[in-house]
């Protein structure tokens, strides 16, 4: 009994390092949004000049964003470094036509970032919660810059 009590903790600390399931990462979803958001703002970036320094501050942060994120799950699912990863590159994109339809673009993408990010925070476990808010922060920080 006393060797089962002292090996308790050490049972716990690696249960709390795997996911233990078969359902796909919490996190895909928000860095998959995360790298399609940052190559939307490239896209304005190089084609509304006068856009283009704020949409590059939102793709490198979104791009910092994806690349927390994909560490993380990479993290607790380790992979073949010649695999690819987990978190595929989007599409290119396209920018919006006129400047006004790119610059709400660019508020819609940090919205529904903060949003999303948000609403996955409480289902979350410790270290992942605090990423996840962080991240839910600076998606709120870059809608102020964006106005």
Do not use: F
């Not at 049972?11 to 399609?36: F, I, M, R």
């Amino acid at each position: 009994m006393l060797r089962w009590i002292a090996a308790a903790p050490a049972v716990a600390a690696l249960t709390a390092c795997g996911t233990g399931s078969d359902e796909p990462d919490q996190l895909l979803p928000l860095a998959a949004a995360a790298k399609a958001d940052a190559a939307l703002a490239d896209a304005i970036a190089r084609t509304h000049s006068g856009l283009a320094e704020t949409a590059r501050e939102l793709a490198a942060a979104r791009t910092a964003h994806a690349t927390a994120l994909q560490r993380e799950i990479d993290r607790l699912a380790p992979r073949d470094p010649e695999d690819p990863p987990s978190v595929p590159d989007p599409a290119p994109k396209k920018a919006p036509s006129s400047a006004s339809a790119a610059a709400d673009a660019l508020r819609t993408a940090a919205r529904e970032g903060q949003q999303q990010a948000a609403n996955l925070v409480p289902g979350l476990p410790g270290y992942r919660a605090g990423l996840v808010a962080s991240i839910s922060a600076g998606c709120a920080c870059l809608q102020e810059v964006l106005g």
